[in-house]
C-alpha cells in the first residue's frame, strides 16, 4: 500500500500510458446519461458523472455469454476457451467497486465460476472517489460504501490542486513503477487524505432514516409488512431495477442447436428475478406469482439473505434501480417505509 501525488495535467498522460498495455474502459457521456466504454483518448472520460446506464459489472459478467459448445450424442460438452484481453476499468466509483466485490463473494465461492476468475485475472480497477454525492437518489452513505475500502488496484482522489492516488495491490504497484508522472509522499498523503474526506462528510446527505446497523433488524420484521402490497401495486414487472443493479447475478442458461442438428452452443444471459416467470416451475406452479413478493424478494436480497450469508449488504446505494424505475418506485422511499412501520411511528 503506496499514496502518491499526480498532478491534474498528468492524468491523460497517465491514461495514455496505460493504452499502450490495456485496453481501457472508462464512463462516457452518452446523450445525457454515462456508459462504461472502451476509449480511444484520455478527453472522452468523463469524471463527474452519476452511475452509469449498467453497472462495470458487465466485464467481469457479461449480459451474453457462450459457455461451450457440444455435438450432439456425445456426453461431454467443450468449454470456451476465454481469450481476455487486458482491461483497466478506469474511474470506477465507490459504490461500483463493492458491488464487484459483492460479485466476488458470490462467483469464488466454492465451487467458483471459472468465466468470472478468468475475466477477473485480467481487469485492473482504477477507482475515483466521489467527494459529492451522484444526485437524490444516491443512499452510498447509509450502506457506507461512499468511502474507498477494498476491491480496487488504484484509487484516485480529487485533492483540489492534484490527486492523491492510493496504490492498493501487485497490479497495482506494477503500473504505476518506474512512472515518472508520480510523486511519493506516503505520511503527506494519508493526512490529506483524512482531512479532504472529513470536509467531504459535509456534502452528503442522508437518505435513509434507519442507520446502517439497524437494517438487518427492520428487514427481519418487515417479511409481512404491508409496504411490499403498495409496492407491488405500482410495479410493472419490467426487470429495469435487477438489469442495472451491480449486485444482481442472476442468469437463464439456454442451448442452441444448429439447423444441422449435430452440434449446438450452451449459453446463458442474465435473467431477472422481477420477471413473472422467473420462479415459476413444471406444471405451471409459481413460488412468486405476485408481483409484490417478487419486489419483496428483491430487496431481501440485497438487505436479508447475503448478510445471512456472506455478512453483508448487497445494496451498494447506487441509486440505479430507482433512476430506472418506469413506475417510480423509490429504494429510500420503500425503506424508510419499512422503518417507519417497524419502530411504530
Given at each position: 500500500m503506496r499514496y502518491l501525488?499526480?498532478?491534474?495535467k498528468d492524468l491523460g498522460p497517465f491514461v495514455d500510458s496505460l493504452m499502450k498495455n490495456y485496453k481501457v474502459v472508462a464512463p462516457t457521456k452518452k446523450e445525457n446519461l454515462f456508459v462504461f466504454a472502451e476509449i480511444e483518448n484520455a478527453d472522452e472520460i468523463s469524471l463527474d458523472y452519476i452511475p452509469t446506464i449498467v453497472p462495470p459489472k458487465k466485464y467481469f459478467f457479461p449480459q451474453k455469454e457462450k459457455l461451450g459448445s457440444f455435438n450432439l450424442g456425445d456426453v461431454k460438452m467443450t468449454e470456451t476457451s476465454i481469450e481476455m484481453t487486458p482491461t483497466v476499468i478506469f474511474a470506477a466509483h465507490t459504490c461500483d467497486i463493492d458491488g464487484m466485490e459483492c460479485l466476488d463473494h458470490v462467483f469464488s465461492t466454492s465451487p467458483a465460476d471459472p468465466?468470472?476468475?478468468?475475466?477477473?485475472?485480467?481487469?485492473?480497477?482504477?477507482?475515483?472517489?466521489?467527494?459529492?454525492?451522484?444526485?437524490?437518489?444516491?443512499?452510498?452513505?447509509?450502506?457506507?460504501?461512499?468511502?474507498?475500502?477494498?476491491?480496487?488496484?488504484?484509487?484516485?482522489?480529487?485533492?483540489?490542486?492534484?490527486?492523491?492516488?492510493?496504490?492498493?495491490?501487485t497490479k497495482g504497484d506494477e503500473i504505476i513503477k518506474g512512472n515518472k508522472l508520480f510523486k511519493e509522499v506516503d505520511g503527506e498523503a494519508k493526512a490529506l487524505l483524512k482531512e479532504l474526506r472529513e470536509e467531504k462528510k459535509k456534502n452528503f446527505n442522508v437518505n435513509l432514516t434507519a442507520?446502517?446497523?439497524?437494517?438487518?433488524?427492520?428487514?427481519?420484521?418487515?417479511?409481512?409488512?404491508?409496504?411490499?402490497?403498495?409496492?407491488?401495486?405500482?410495479?410493472?414487472?419490467?426487470?429495469?431495477?435487477?438489469?442495472?443493479?451491480?449486485?444482481?447475478?442472476?442468469?437463464?442458461?439456454?442451448?442452441?442447436?444448429?439447423?444441422?442438428?449435430?452440434?449446438?452452443?450452451?449459453?446463458?444471459?442474465?435473467?431477472?428475478c422481477q420477471l413473472e416467470e422467473f420462479a415459476e416451475v413444471a406444471g405451471g406452479e409459481n413460488f412468486r406469482e405476485e408481483r409484490s413478493s417478487r419486489q419483496r424478494h428483491r430487496y431481501y436480497r440485497k438487505f436479508d439473505y447475503p448478510v445471512k450469508k456472506f455478512n453483508k449488504f448487497f445494496c451498494t446505494?447506487?441509486?440505479?434501480?430507482?433512476?430506472?424505475?418506469?413506475?417510480?418506485?423509490?429504494?429510500?422511499?420503500?425503506?424508510?417505509?419499512?422503518?417507519?412501520?417497524?419502530?411504530?411511528?
Open positions: 501525488y499526480l498532478a491534474k468465466y468470472y476468475m478468468r475475466r477477473k485475472k485480467s481487469i485492473v480497477v482504477i477507482g475515483y472517489e466521489c467527494m459529492k454525492p451522484c444526485d437524490k437518489h444516491a443512499t452510498c452513505v447509509t450502506m457506507d460504501t461512499h468511502v474507498p475500502k477494498a476491491g480496487y488496484d488504484i484509487m484516485i482522489t480529487d485533492a483540489k490542486d492534484k490527486y492523491v492516488i492510493h496504490i492498493n495491490s442507520k446502517f446497523r439497524e437494517l438487518e433488524g427492520i428487514f427481519e420484521k418487515s417479511y409481512k409488512s404491508k409496504v411490499w402490497e403498495d409496492v407491488g401495486k405500482r410495479c410493472v414487472s419490467c426487470g429495469n431495477c435487477t438489469a442495472v443493479c451491480p449486485t444482481c447475478y442472476c442468469f437463464d442458461m439456454y442451448d442452441k442447436v444448429d439447423l444441422d442438428l449435430t452440434k449446438g452452443t450452451r449459453e446463458r444471459m442474465w435473467d431477472s446505494g447506487c441509486g440505479r434501480c430507482t433512476r430506472s424505475c418506469v413506475a417510480d418506485i423509490k429504494l429510500s422511499e420503500t425503506v424508510n417505509d419499512l422503518t417507519k412501520e417497524c419502530k411504530g411511528e
